[in-house]
């Protein structure tokens, strides 16, 4: 598994107009979220990545920034150097004094400073703009100097540099390292530092394998790394020499290369998705965006993908909502007492006697309780007309009756309605005197459900797993409420809603955008 990817910033993860475009962003936040770190390796100064690192907004791990090409490795967060290669003073000043003779510009950096001598030097205001680095003009490089530089960049029009390129190297390539980062720029670093050491070094320091990092990157300066990772990747939009050392060769950096190039190796292997359904596959006014699902639904079956809805709510009332395609997805109902696959029933389960006596005795001392028994082919309510037309919207197969203990089918869950405020109180206390056999989940809304104890969702999309033989590993799920939980510990790639309860959020790996932001149907897009 990759567990360190490194990213050149300009030209690859970048686009040509110097934006992080939401794809990119996007995958990048995934395969942090699978647990891998994130390098930004560029010739910038630290300085000039600090505000690329910024716009990822990376939540998850520690992750690093590699500046000079290598010559520096910072925590991103903190911003506190790791490791750092420089010049030294006397020898940048004689470095300085032999570039005079050329008909180009020099610039040097510190801190958030670009210093020159010429206020009109060569690409200047793009590397100042680029970086967020101020100008300083100094009368000569070569006296000012008195710290110890990280690199020494040369910049000048590309025809013109490339002539030179012999000529400026040849009294110092076997003292330091000159390296081109763009046409416009040749780069003086430290011998034999370069992004390919200092990814190294990272990988020493997380105690990883060589075969455990990517690195990505569309010119000469990234080589080093290309070659040295496990996996290197080369840009669309890079050199044919460097594409030729690349084990994978990705879109150019204005089609998302750096996206892509995760996508196909960390893309996940998808067999079920799992939705709940209040709170989460529906919005506030109980429906869904029916286009996007659609279309969504018929790439799951391309993909051989099975749709699981997994609810609370009763089978007849969940599979109105899918007209046409009822019989060919799969239903974990009434918490995961039921499991309906293609219109057939694969399990139910059943209250035993003495845990129903027990729930039928808690309700009789508390009469004013509202709640719903519920079978396998109906559900019930105690004579209440109003009360029936709001569980109504929940179970279409809905019958009154005087007495709950004069249901003629056996249970496979009971709900009980309180006020919201009270559903954490209500489920720990029926669970104290519920038995081994029963337990309480709050389902939301200001409801509980009372199911048998290990027959959930989990347990249910567990049936469908061994029936189809995928495994946990393949199983995207989204949830919102309690009663979602153990399905969410369950499947790999769970997601709480945005607008789920914080237990929920803790035992979910990732996080999805409200039900009313249409949060199922925009995950599915990038899974899909």
Known sequence: MLKLIAIDVDGTLLDSEHQLSDENKKWIRFVVSQGATLALASGRPLHGLFDVYEQLELKEGNHYLVGFNGAQIADAKSHAL??????????????LRYLEQFDISVILSKGSELYVQDPNAYMLDVESSTNKMDVVVVDNLADFIDYRPNKILISGEPVKLKSLQNQIEEPYRDIVDFVPSSPHFLEIIVKDCNKGTSIAKLQEILKLEQSEVMAIGDNYNDLTMIE????????????????????????????????????????????????????????????????????????????????????GNQYYQLRSFFDGIADDISFVAENGALVIDQGQKLFSTQFPEAGIERVYDYLEKHPKLKSVVCTEHMAYVLEDENFKNIISRYCHKLDTIDDFKNVPYTPIKININFPDHETSERVNGLNAILGDDLVAVSSGHGTLDIIVKGYNKAHGLSLLAEKYGFTSDQILAFGDGGNDKEMLQYAKYSYAMDNATSDVKAVARFMAPSNDEDGVNQILEFYL
């Open 82 to 95: 790791i490791y750092e290669q420089t010049h030294s003073i006397e020898l940048s000043k004689q470095i």
């Open 228 to 311: 040295y990772a496990g996996v290197g990747v080369a840009m669309g939009n890079a050199y044919p020499d460097i594409q030729a050392k690349a084990n994978f060769v990705t879109l150019n950096n204005d089609e998302n290369g750096v996206a892509y190039a995760l996508k196909h190796h960390f893309k996940p292997e998808i067999k079920c998705i799992a939705v709940d359904m209040d709170g989460t596959f529906l919005n506030r006014e109980g429906d869904y965006n029916r286009f996007d699902f659609l279309k969504h639904y018929e790439t799951m079956k391309a993909k051989g993908i099975h749709f699981v809805v997994a609810s």
